[in-house]
């Protein structure tokens, strides 16, 4: 079928509207999957939700493929080249996976403080939260007396971060720069702020877990809880 | 020079041996940039899969604020502009140039109209404050803290993909003066499958982000 006087390979046209019509009906079947309650089936030894999502990603790659063979010529190319992508892919998405699994599983571990430049205070107030706010504060709070609340706690010695047991520079440097808030006190490492030492007990307000902050798994100890009541 | 059949006969870069030579330097290129560009969203795909794995809950929240029909609508367009690009190829093999350009027409329009309802649905989100990060100002609908988390995956990856569609509508723009000046035949039509191959990138990426962002919960 291939037609010597056309550089590359020919695109049939039934192939083209063919595949069009298989990715639609594809779409619809996800968007099907999607709108399917699964609660009302009433199958509770089977996770149906972890199913669907299966099911929809499927579909999604299959409809991939559709596009990629037929769309992107891949289906009258080489073999050769086809292996390549094919091979590539698998190795990118395998170098992608190790490094986001290092970056999440060992966080911190090497550099401490880069914890902290990205352990900030989620924006997203839940609505009892924000509802508890609204009866405290009139609604009209600007942002600036939002903040008050957080600075109006008590001012604690601002060596009180630094636990029994550390070296005396960590303390000098603590009562040098730290902060007088301790709603903007910064541990060294978050998960030594959230396990007093067990030799000193020194630390008097240990941070309670803060699951508003964000970054990796199990960094959900940072004292640092600026978020105001509500807005 | 122009053909019996009125159209112009291509002439082989000096630096080919034959019109196929140069053709297969062509798509090499375009696999490899294309290549690159799976590259850059295969790792937004893999965070966005891993932070929907860790914060289930603030993702589905997100996804459930999305309104599917936007993304279904959209979904048609892209598909429809795909296909359009598609037979563009094969009547540029074919040398009817008149329906190569009613092909990149209607394929600039239906990618136009991705766009227009893309708009909508951002403007939505800018009215209802649900943006990424510290532009978060959302009042009620969420209770779970990472919310904002999925937002700022759904604006990057949506609005590079978003770059992407202009960035093909420019292409189209530009093999559709190169179509009007007929300087494609059945020897040469190179532009049109290159921009073809980028279109279906296009399509690629978004049959794998429409279910991520809108469907799955």
């Given amino acids: 079928m291939h037609d010597t006087s056309l550089p590359g390979h020919e695109f049939p046209k039934g192939a083209v509207i063919g595949s069009y019509v298989a990715l639609l009906i594809l779409a619809a079947v996800m968007i099907g999957l999607s709108q399917l309650d699964v609660d009302k089936l009433g199958i509770d030894w089977l996770n149906l939700h972890a199913i669907r999502t299966t099911l929809i990603m499927g579909t999604a ?55 902290e430049k990205i352990n900030w205070t989620s924006p997203v107030k839940p609505e009892a939260e924000e509802h508890a706010a609204g009866v405290a504060a009139p609604a009209s709070t600007s942002p600036a007396v939002q903040e008050a609340p957080a600075a109006a706690q008590p001012v604690q010695p601002a060596d009180s971060t630094v636990q029994k047991g550390q070296p005396p520079e960590a303390k000098e440097h603590a009562t040098v720069t730290g902060p007088t808030n ?24 240990p941070p309670s877990p803060n699951p508003a902050t964000m970054g990796a798994p199990g960094n959900t100890a940072s004292p640092k809880q600026t978020a105001p009541a509500g807005h | 020079m122009a053909t019996v059949t009125g159209l112009p006969e291509h002439h082989v870069a ?62 048609f367009f892209l598909l429809t502009a795909g296909l359009t690009m598609g037979l563009a190829v094969v009547s540029a093999q074919a040398g009817e140039q008149g329906k190569v350009r009613m092909n990149l027409i209607l394929s600039l329009v239906f990618a136009a109209g991705f766009l227009v309802t893309k708009s909508l649905e951002y403007a939505q989100k800018f009215e209802h404050g649900t943006l990424p990060g510290r532009l978060w100002h959302a009042h009620h609908g969420f209770s779970d803290p990472f919310s904002h988390v999925f937002f700022g995956f759904y604006f990057v990856m949506t609005g590079l993909h978003a770059v992407h569609v202009l960035v093909g509508m420019g292409l189209m723009i530009f093999a559709l003066i190169r179509s009007s000046r007929v300087q494609f035949s059945r020897s040469y039509f190179t532009p049109i499958e290159m921009v073809a191959i980028y279109w279906a990138l296009v399509d690629l990426v978004w049959v794998f982000l429409f279910p991520l962002l809108y469907l799955i919960r």
């Fill in chain 1, 182 to 205: 301790p709603a903007q006190a910064q541990p060294e490492h978050p998960d030594k702020a959230s396990k007093p030492s067990k030799a000193s007990g020194a630390q008097k307000n």
């Fill in chain 1, 61 to 115: 790659l299959i409809m991939g493929i559709i596009v990629s063979m037929f769309l992107m010529g891949l289906r009258y190319e080489s073999k050769l080249l086809n292996l390549t992508i094919f091979l590539s892919n698998f190795v990118f998405l395998l170098i992608f996976v190790l490094f986001t699994w290092v970056d999440t599983s060992f966080r911190g571990e090497v550099d401490p403080t880069f914890n």
């Fill in chain 2, 14 to 75: 000096h630096h080919f041996d034959s019109a196929e030579q140069e053709f297969d330097s062509a798509k090499t290129g375009m696999w490899l940039f294309l290549a690159s560009e799976i590259m850059m969203f295969g790792a937004l795909f893999v965070g966005a899969l891993l932070f929907h794995t860790l914060h289930h809950g603030g993702f589905a929240e997100g996804s459930a604020h999305l309104d599917w029909r936007f993304g279904a609508v959209n979904t």
